[in-house]
């Protein structure tokens, strides 16, 4: 079956880094885009960052653009996202996400929390 699991997150400072990774398994991982979301508390899910198939095309929410970097490895069956310059606003759960066919799939998520 098809299995998304995030790792990489935990508590960081202001203004430090994470890398969070996505291991996947259960479908042809090459052929599909990629995505990350999150969810801060009391707030909708959100689009972070999508990445295509092949990695050649990417896609950033406008609160994400030049500080966050989603890539994947296609021999890993794995996706990433570096974050830098996190802030205490952006502390939230991180899901992975792609689309097969009409289904969505999700991880089961990783709490980032930034805080001094």
């Known amino acids: 079956q098809v299995q998304l699991v995030e790792s990489g997150g935990g508590l960081v400072q202001p203004g430090r880094s994470l890398r969070l990774s996505c291991a996947t398994s259960?479908?042809?991982?090459?052929?599909?885009?990629m995505s990350w979301y999150r969810q801060a508390p009391g707030k909708e899910r959100e689009l972070v960052a999508s990445?295509?198939?092949?990695?050649?095309?990417?896609n950033y929410g406008d609160s994400f653009k030049g500080r966050f970097t989603i890539s994947r490895d296609n021999a890993k069956n794995t996706v990433y996202l570096q974050m830098d310059s996190l802030e205490p606003e952006e502390t939230a759960v991180y899901y992975c996400?792609?689309?097969?066919?009409?289904?969505?799939?999700w991880g089961q998520g990783t709490q980032v929390t930034v805080s001094s």
């Open positions: 996400n792609t689309r097969l066919g009409i289904r969505n799939y």
């Open positions: 259960g479908f042809t991982f090459s052929r599909y885009a």
């Open positions: 990445i295509s198939s092949v990695g050649g095309s990417t």
